[in-house]
């Protein structure tokens, strides 16, 4: 899942700018950190009424999926999805499928 792409981009991004700008060998130390910003930052969604609650909740219950598939070792962390935050964005779908983007 990439940030950019399209629009002006013709053509695949070469194998080694996604090498270079792919960062998740170490940030996915972060994980839980990011996950834990993601929960505060849908409950502020929710309490705004800018996403309904009920979607609030389904995606509360799927990072803490994920949350503990990470910690299991159990998630597959790719540099196709470039940055952690990616990769826990691209596994939340996965499992609660379109209301996780």
Not at 37 to 55: F, Q, R, T, Y
Request: with cysteine; aromatic share 4%; charged share 30%.
């Amino acid at each position: 899942m990439k940030l950019w792409g399209g629009g002006r981009f013709t053509k695949p991004t070469n194998e080694l700018v996604d090498e270079y700008t792919a960062s998740i060998s170490f940030d996915q130390k972060l994980a839980q950190y990011d996950i834990q910003g993601s929960l505060a930052h849908v409950e502020m969604l929710a309490k705004c009424e800018i996403i309904p609650a009920k979607d609030a909740e389904e995606i509360k219950k799927g990072l803490k999926i994920v949350a503990e598939k990470i910690k299991a070792g159990e998630a597959e962390l790719t540099e196709v999805n470039e940055d952690i935050h990616m990769n826990v964005e691209k596994l939340l779908i996965d499992e609660v499928g379109a209301v996780g983007g």
